[in-house]
């Protein structure tokens, strides 16, 4: 069984940065595929940027491109997400998964909220 535990989250002022990360813990588990999604009050969760199967290019959700990055680290297991230049749409509770997700991997997420 595989566990994924999101953390990094926290309050920022509109402009500021954070990194969050998210460590996979169980069986042996690849990053390949793996994603951020993030789910404000009152929404539906959204995507918002992902690793590529098969090593090529990740890929952002357009509100989020050239802000945010993601990457990884085979061998802890964890998959990062820096945020930059962070605006008060940004604020939400992120979570990992896989792209697409599996619901048995949906974690308690990381809260982000970032203040005008």
């Known amino acids: 069984q595989v566990q994924l535990v999101e953390s990094g989250g926290g309050l920022v002022q509109a402009g500021g940065s954070l990194r969050l990360s998210c460590a996979a813990s169980?069986?042996?588990?690849?990053?390949?595929?793996m994603g951020w999604f993030r789910q404000a009050p009152g929404k539906e969760r959204e995507f918002v940027a992902a690793?590529?199967?098969?090593?090529?290019?990740?890929y952002y959700a357009d509100s989020v491109k050239g802000r945010f990055t993601i990457s990884s680290d085979n061998a802890k297991n964890t998959v990062y997400l820096q945020m930059n230049s962070l605006k008060p749409e940004d604020t939400a509770v992120y979570y990992c998964?896989?792209?697409?997700?599996?619901?048995?991997?949906w974690g308690q997420g990381t809260q982000v909220t970032v203040s005008s």
């Open positions: 690793m590529s199967w098969s090593g090529g290019s990740p």
């Open positions: 169980g069986r042996t588990f690849s990053t390949n595929g």
């Open positions: 998964n896989k792209n697409p997700p599996l619901r048995a991997y």
